[in-house]
């Protein structure tokens, strides 16, 4: 008798009525994914620390049916994050799923650069993914039902590069943050812990790559064999992926979502 049961697979992609906790929701990623898990069916509870912007997000979501919420904070402030947890369980009980997608960076040759700039960077990119993944880690001991977490780093957290010496830092600490928060978190307590790392996705801040006619562009096309640079909703597939069960065997790990950036 083959061995797979037809109920897994006809489920296994599904987050229906799960509840995700999205951070970064203001963002070029983070508002797509949100929106993504409210199409797929979950509960989405959003933070950030821009509360206009959460907003609009919420009426946007609420008028196409989705059942949101958000609650303000910064993810490097403790304290807050503890409150953004406890919002979340006053509003929907549990905490499911976690998608990690705020960020920040700042440029910088390490020369030029002061401690401060630097160390901010660090508490933006690494320290915040530790505080929030702690005490999103423990209400998903505390409620015994496993749980989810995928964190957005980036292709820069493998190799380094001019002036980012705090973010290339950063999202490397993450990325290992993530394989060794897996080694205590997955076969105790059934919690998967991945990491993302993209590429170029088109956000505010990337925009300026997007001209077909610039040498920026031409030249990044060279390494990306599928032939364009991402869109936010590239993003979302993987994503839905290493949250629902169908990852239910992938933890730890530090997985390439680039076009093929990685190959040539
Ligand atoms: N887009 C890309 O090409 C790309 C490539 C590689 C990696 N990534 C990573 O993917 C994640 C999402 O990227 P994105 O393009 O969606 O970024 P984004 O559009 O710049 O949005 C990131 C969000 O993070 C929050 N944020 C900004 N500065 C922060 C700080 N100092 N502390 C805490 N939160 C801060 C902001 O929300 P609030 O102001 O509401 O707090 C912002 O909306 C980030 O971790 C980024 O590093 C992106």
Redesign the pocket.
């Known amino acids: 008798m083959v061995k797979v049961e037809k109920n897994f697979v006809n489920n296994m992609f599904s987050v229906e009525g799960k509840v995700a906790l999205v951070?970064?929701?203001?963002?070029?990623?983070?508002?797509v994914l949100a929106k993504a898990y409210g199409y797929a069916g979950a509960k989405v509870f959003m933070?950030?620390?821009?509360e206009a912007?959460?907003k609009a997000l919420e009426d946007e979501f609420k008028a196409e049916g989705i059942d949101c919420a958000f609650h303000?904070a910064?993810?490097?402030q403790e304290d807050q994050v503890d409150a953004l947890v406890k919002a979340c369980v006053a509003k929907y009980g549990e905490v499911n799923i976690l998608a990690?997608?705020?960020?920040?960076?700042k440029p910088q040759n390490i020369l030029e650069q002061s401690v401060a700039d630097w160390q901010?960077i660090m508490?933006?990119?690494c320290k915040?993914v530790y505080i929030v993944c702690k005490y999103v880690a423990q209400q998903m001991v505390d409620q015994g039902k496993g749980g989810k977490m995928v964190v957005?780093?980036?292709?820069?957290s493998k190799r380094g590069m001019a002036g980012y010496t705090g973010?290339c830092t950063s999202?490397g600490g993450a990325d290992l943050m993530v394989s060794s928060m897996a080694c205590d978190l997955t076969a105790k307590y059934g919690i998967n812990v991945n990491s993302i790392?993209?590429?170029?996705?088109?956000?505010?801040?990337?925009e300026w790559m997007y001209d077909p006619e610039s040498e920026v562009y031409k030249n990044f096309l060279k390494r990306e064999p599928i032939g364009r640079l991402?869109e936010?909703d590239d993003f979302v597939g993987f994503t839905l992926f290493l949250s629902s069960d169908a990852s239910r065997f992938m933890t730890g790990g530090n997985y390439d979502c680039s076009g093929g950036y990685l190959t040539c």
């Open positions: 951070t970064g929701a203001t963002g070029a990623l983070g508002c933070t950030g620390r821009n912007k959460l303000v910064d993810p490097a990690v997608a705020h960020g920040y960076n901010y508490d933006a990119d915040s957005v780093t980036s292709q820069r973010y999202k790392c993209p590429t170029v996705f088109r956000s505010e801040l990337t991402g936010p």
